[in-house]
Structure formats: C-alpha cells, structure tokens
C-alpha cells in the first residue's frame, strides 16, 4: 500500500513538473561582440505565444537595431536586420525583455516592462521610463526617442547616481529614478536622494534633495533642496 501511495505521488511530480515555466531568461541577449540570442520561452498569454513562435523559429543572429517602444496602449519589441524585421507584443510581459552583455559593467544591463514603462537595471539601479528605446547591437548603443528626436544614453542609472554621491550633491539615493524629458524639454534622470549631514557629531539629519543629471554626459542640469539648506548648507559641507 505504501509502495502504490509513493509510485502515485511520483507519477504527480512527474505529469505537473512538465507544464513548469522557467522565467529567468530573458527574451533577448546581445553579447559582447553584438551577437543577438533569442531566449525559447513560453508563457501562456496571447503576447507571450507570439515570443515563443518567434524565438523557436530564430538563434544567433545579427541585428541592426532593436526597438522597445512605447505606443501608448501597448509595449512592442521589434528587431531589424538586413533580412528580416520580428515584432511581438510584449504589453504585460513577466520576464525580462533584453539583457546586454557589456565590458565595462561587472553586471550585464537588464531591461523589463513594469506597468506599462521600460526599467532599466544597472546593478539594482533602477531607472523607469515611459520613453521608447533603441538598442544598436553592434556598438551596445542605447538611445531613447524623445520630442526633439533620438538621445543617447552614455550615462547609465548607477553611474548617474555615483556621480552624485563623488559631488557631495548627496550621501544616497531611492529607487525613484525617472529617465524623462525635463520642463525644457532636455533629458535627463530625475533622482531623488537625500544628504545627511552632522551637527557637532550628535545629531544627523536627513535633508531630501531631488536631482536632474544628463543621460548624455553625466552633469548636473537641477538641484532642489529645502531652502534653508540652500543658504546654510556651506556650514555643514
């Protein structure tokens, strides 16, 4: 009887542990040297279908651009090639979208959708964007379509943030990283952070401080902080 309970029981494991979904790879990956790696994923949903036909069909490729865009009430992702141009619709998408294998960076860039925006996740520096992406393979060129055209993304989440922390603008920064156009219309990271700063080594206060820096160089476009800190924050620098 026991022996007839075990055999059921791993017949069980054995018929659901064929439906089970990895989720951890990413849709795309584009390597070191530009290659493009389609990810055999597959999900349920209509879109997701779509992913799978087009990534069982495809390996290795070169590509000439690889499109994430935003068109108001869906996310798409399109690769162009010489030959051929695939699209699916990736609006809701459970998973990441692209992962970039860079040399610089010890972590490769990943890119996921997150309520109806892109993220873009540089060592767990996350920066959101509703704005629509382009990746070149062959160089690892981002670049966002903004109103007045195509920008380029130099700076990435984390090194805007370090860059911030060098300049004593602050001590450290949330997760709210926004990638957008400014009030100029000029693009920038919107970053909100804070400084601490220490009276007579007893007290320490936390003094929020908002910050706008370039994607294309890394400089400061804006700072807001609390006036008081304006006129007397000399004291505690």
């Known amino acids: 009887m026991i022996k007839k309970i075990f055999f059921v029981a791993f017949l069980f494991l054995l018929f659901f542990s064929s439906f089970t979904v990895s989720v951890d790879a ?10 493009i ?25 070169e590509a000439n651009e690889i499109y994430l865009k935003n068109e108001g009430d869906k996310l798409t992702l399109e690769v162009n090639s010489d ?21 610089k960076n010890p972590q490769n860039i990943i890119i996921y959708e997150k309520d109806g925006r892109f993220v873009i996740n540089q060592q767990n520096y996350l920066a959101t964007t509703s704005l629509s992406i382009i990746l070149n393979p062959q160089d690892q060129t981002l670049s966002v379509g903004t109103s007045r055209g195509t920008s380029k993304i130099i700076v990435l989440p984390q090194e805007a943030v370090s860059g911030l922390i060098r300049a004593n603008i602050i001590t450290n920064a949330n997760n709210s990283i926004f990638l957008d156009e400014n009030e100029t219309g000029r693009l920038v990271y919107k970053i909100n952070g804070e400084k601490i700063i220490e009276i007579f080594n007893l007290l320490e206060i936390n003094v929020p401080v ?11 476009v804006d700072k807001i902080e609390p006036k008081w800190f304006s006129v007397l924050g000399f004291l505690f620098s």
Do not use: C, M, R
């Open 83 to 103: 030959s051929s141009v695939k699209k699916a619709d990736i609006t809701n998408f459970e998973g990441n979208i692209l992962e970039i294998e860079t040399h």
């Open 26 to 35: 990413s849709i795309i990956k584009v390597t070191k040297n530009g290659k």
């Open 210 to 220: 908002f910050a706008e820096v370039s994607p294309t160089d890394g400089k400061l």
């Open 37 to 61: 790696i389609w990810g055999v994923l597959s999900y349920e949903t209509d879109s997701q279908i779509k992913i799978k036909n087009i990534a069982s069909v495809s390996d290795k490729n």
